[in-house]
Nanobody, 124 residues
C-alpha cells in the first residue's frame, strides 16, 4: 500500500512559477515504483504531465509542458517534484500524483495509487 500527498499548489499569475511536491509513504520499497503527475482541467479529461522512474534516469514530459515543467525525485525522501515555470492560464487544473509498480506509463489507468490532488490556478 502506498499513500501519496501532494502539496505546493496555489494561485499565481501567468509567467510565474510553482513547485509541486508529492510525498510517498507506505510499507513498500519505493525505488521499485514509478510516479507520474497528471492534471484535470475543468471540462477536460485527465492527462499526464510528467512521469519518472524512481530507480534509473528515465523521465517523460508531455509536449504541452516540455521546456517549462521539470519532474525530479529525491529518493531519500520518497518525494517527487514538479517544477512549473512560465505558467500559463491553460495550466490551470487539479494536479495529481500517482504511483505504479514498475516504469512510468502514459495512461492513468495503469497507476494504482493516487493522491488527493492540489489545485493550481494561473490568472492572466
Amino acid at each position: 500500500q502506498v499513500e501519496l500527498v501532494e502539496s505546493g499548489g496555489g494561485l499565481v499569475q501567468a509567467g510565474e512559477s510553482l513547485r509541486l511536491s508529492c510525498a510517498a509513504s507506505g510499507r513498500t520499497y519505493m525505488p521499485n515504483y514509478a510516479m507520474g503527475w497528471f492534471r484535470r482541467a475543468p471540462g477536460k479529461e485527465r492527462e499526464i504531465v510528467a512521469g519518472i522512474n524512481l530507480s534509473g534516469g528515465d523521465i517523460y514530459h508531455a509536449d504541452s509542458v516540455k521546456g517549462r515543467f521539470t519532474i525530479s525525485k529525491d529518493i531519500a525522501k520518497n518525494t517527487v517534484y514538479l517544477q512549473m515555470n512560465s505558467l500559463k492560464p491553460e495550466d490551470t487544473a487539479i494536479y495529481y500524483c500517482a504511483a505504479r509498480w514498475g516504469v512510468w506509463m502514459i495512461e492513468a489507468s495503469e497507476y494504482s495509487y493516487w493522491g488527493p490532488g492540489t489545485q493550481v490556478t494561473v490568472s492572466s
